[in-house]
């Protein structure tokens, strides 16, 4: 069975530092490209980051460029998201995902990708 399975997230203040990871389970990610994904209350969900396969290509949203960055461990089965200085807006749950990832400018969107975690809170605040 495929599962991904997300974890890390949090409290945390603003300019705060967070590292989520997105573990296989029951299949291999070397694979598959991962994106992130979040959503806060009453929005709809925002493709944050991707990685290929290979781990050459990344994608970031405006939002987070320059903050955030995806890694990935393929002979731990993980892929990251280290998240530096955090906003109160960064305020979401985040999701990882298989789908695809074309590169850093191309934006991921929810319907390219298939298989989904249970996603991880991640609350910045003072």
């Known amino acids: 069975q495929v599962q991904l399975v997300e974890s890390g997230g949090g409290l945390v203040q603003p300019g705060g530092s967070l590292r989520l990871s997105c573990a296989g389970s029951?299949?291999?990610?070397?694979?598959?490209?991962i994106g992130w994904f979040r959503q806060a209350p009453g929005k709809e969900r925002e493709g944050v980051s991707c990685i290929s396969s290979s781990g050459g290509s990344t994608y970031y949203a405006d939002s987070v460029k320059g903050r955030f960055t995806i890694s990935r461990d393929n002979a731990k089965n993980t892929v990251y998201l280290q998240m530096n200085s955090l906003k109160p807006e960064d305020t979401a749950v985040y999701f990882c995902?298989?789908?695809?990832?074309?590169?850093?400018?191309?934006?991921?969107?929810?319907?390219?990708?298939?298989?989904w975690g249970q996603g991880t809170q991640v609350t910045v605040s003072s």
């Open positions: 029951g299949f291999t990610l070397d694979y598959y490209a």
């Open positions: 995902a298989t789908g695809i990832c074309s590169g850093s400018y191309s934006p991921i969107f929810s319907e390219e990708y298939n298989y």
